[in-house]
């Protein structure tokens, strides 16, 4: 069996991949790109944060969202922000001033969340619940720290959804396809809505938004799940090759278009 190297499916599982510092480099890329800025920036406005709420940010890698979101709540309020991986707060810790002194940080696995029921004002995940295989268990395990009237806020691509244009449409057909399917949820963005009304959660809206990648995206998202296709023998070296090619010369002729949908679900626990 040809072993997949490290990529963006496998964030899981940040400390006990082989390349760490991949992932960590490929947050920080794929962070960058505007319709994704812009998405993060949509999640933390639904919250509707007040001065002195208390949020929980699940799945927090860098810890940006967390201390904007702490920015809002003041220093009469609380951020905690969670992630499973020591390296990934790390960063956080790394990147944000201790001075912030209502923002505190936690690792901890988001299936059993370190944290009485009714804590929160507030919850986000953004980019989480595709890595993980029971997103239901993590949506209920989020909703049990909301305090009743809470609002819960959730930002997941639907990568089923990837569109790419370029003139081998089988080709792009089969590696949009199985690159999905190496995501633990390939079609997580368009399940959110029903999982959340599974969690309980009522007064659901859900945004849809298009995230566009430039070349250099389709290199880094794709490019090793290519190799892998291409070693196990799924796509020939010329496939490849030419597949390559022709993207690299749409995008050097400036026609270069690829993107994702990425779903923000918001909702309130109930009173009762
Ligand atoms: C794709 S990153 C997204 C990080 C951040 N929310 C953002 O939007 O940039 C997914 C994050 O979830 C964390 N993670 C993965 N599995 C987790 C789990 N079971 N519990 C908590 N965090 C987890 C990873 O360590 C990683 O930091």
């Not at 690792?107 to 507030?122: Q, T």
């Given at each position: 069996m040809v072993k997949?190297?490290?990529d963006v499916t496998q964030f899981h599982s940040v400390d006990s991949v082989d390349e760490s510092h991949f992932l960590i480099d490929a947050l920080e890329r794929l962070r960058a790109l505007e319709g994704g800025r812009t998405a993060r920036a949509a999640l933390i406005d639904r919250l509707s944060?007040?001065?002195?709420?208390?949020?929980?940010?699940v799945g927090c890698g860098f810890g940006d969202e967390a201390a904007e979101m702490a920015r809002r709540v003041g220093p009469t309020g609380r951020v905690v922000?969670?992630?499973l991986s020591e390296n990934m707060i790390g960063e956080a810790r790394r990147r944000h001033p201790a001075s912030i002194v209502q923002l505190s940080w936690r690792i901890a696995d988001a299936r059993h969340l370190p944290f009485e029921d009714h804590s929160f004002e507030a919850g986000g995940a953004a980019t989480l619940l595709q890595h993980l295989p029971d997103p239901a268990g993590v949506l209920q395990e989020m909703t049990r720290v909301l305090r009743p009237g809470g609002r819960l806020a959730v930002l997941e691509f639907d990568h089923a959804t990837t569109f790419l244009d370029s003139p081998d449409p089988e080709t792009t057909r089969v590696i949009c396809e199985t690159s999905t399917t190496a995501f633990v949820q390939g079609?997580?963005?368009r399940q959110l809505p029903r999982l959340f009304r599974w969690a309980g959660l009522q007064d659901i809206s859900v945004e849809p938004m298009t995230v566009l990648g430039a070349f250099d995206v389709a290199q880094l998202i794709l490019g090793r799940h290519v190799n892998w296709l291409r070693d196990r023998g799924t796509l020939s070296s010329d496939v490849v090759e030419r597949?390559?090619?022709q993207l690299a010369k749409a995008d050097q002729a400036g026609v270069f278009t690829m993107g994702t949908t990425t779903f923000l679900v918001t909702g309130t626990k109930r009173w009762r």
């Amino acid at each position: 069996m040809v072993k997949r190297a490290t990529d963006v499916t496998q964030f899981h599982s940040v400390d006990s991949v082989d390349e760490s510092h991949f992932l960590i480099d490929a947050l920080e890329r794929l962070r960058a790109l505007e319709g994704g800025r812009t998405a993060r920036a949509a999640l933390i406005d639904r919250l509707s944060l007040s001065q002195g709420d208390s949020v929980i940010d699940v799945g927090c890698g860098f810890g940006d969202e967390a201390a904007e979101m702490a920015r809002r709540v003041g220093p009469t309020g609380r951020v905690v922000g969670v992630d499973l991986s020591e390296n990934m707060i790390g960063e956080a810790r790394r990147r944000h001033p201790a001075s912030i002194v209502q923002l505190s940080w936690r690792i901890a696995d988001a299936r059993h969340l370190p944290f009485e029921d009714h804590s929160f004002e507030a919850g986000g995940a953004a980019t989480l619940l595709q890595h993980l295989p029971d997103p239901a268990g993590v949506l209920q395990e989020m909703t049990r720290v909301l305090r009743p009237g809470g609002r819960l806020a959730v930002l997941e691509f639907d990568h089923a959804t990837t569109f790419l244009d370029s003139p081998d449409p089988e080709t792009t057909r089969v590696i949009c396809e199985t690159s999905t399917t190496a995501f633990v949820q390939g079609w997580m963005g368009r399940q959110l809505p029903r999982l959340f009304r599974w969690a309980g959660l009522q007064d659901i809206s859900v945004e849809p938004m298009t995230v566009l990648g430039a070349f250099d995206v389709a290199q880094l998202i794709l490019g090793r799940h290519v190799n892998w296709l291409r070693d196990r023998g799924t796509l020939s070296s010329d496939v490849v090759e030419r597949w390559w090619s022709q993207l690299a010369k749409a995008d050097q002729a400036g026609v270069f278009t690829m993107g994702t949908t990425t779903f923000l679900v918001t909702g309130t626990k109930r009173w009762r």
